[in-house]
């Protein structure tokens, strides 16, 4: 079992930022991969950036050049340094990670941040 809790949305003008945490509790030795994705309003969940079980990094298009992910590994947690922002990036966030369990994986989500970007 993993346990995934996000902070750090909000409010922020078009040009602003934000850095969002995600903590990973439980058995986060069996995570593989973790990351964050994002869901707006009418449309399907999208990766947005994350580490790989290798190791290197994927980011969404339109956000790269402007996120950031990065993680403190002594801590169990995992940050999105958001720069630059724009209203297109309005959604709600979620941490992800997948844990490597006999026989398969399984996926594990936060319960979501909000962040709201205006114009």
């Known amino acids: 079992q993993v346990q995934l809790v996000e902070s750090g949305g909000g409010l922020v003008q078009a040009g602003g930022s934000l850095r969002l945490s995600c903590v990973a509790s439980?058995?986060?030795?069996?995570?593989?991969?973790i990351g964050w994705y994002r869901q707006a309003p009418g449309k399907q969940r999208e990766l947005v950036a994350h580490?790989?079980?290798?190791?290197?990094?994927n980011y969404l298009d339109s956000v790269k050049g402007r996120f950031t992910i990065s993680r403190d590994s002594a801590k169990n947690t995992v940050y999105l340094q958001m720069n630059s922002l724009k209203p297109e990036d309005t959604a709600v966030y979620y941490c992800h990670a997948e844990v490597g369990v006999v026989g398969g994986i399984l996926d594990y989500w936060g319960q979501g941040t909000q962040v709201t970007v205006s114009s």
């Open positions: 580490f790989s079980s290798g190791g290197s990094t």
């Open positions: 439980g058995s986060t030795f069996s995570i593989n991969a």
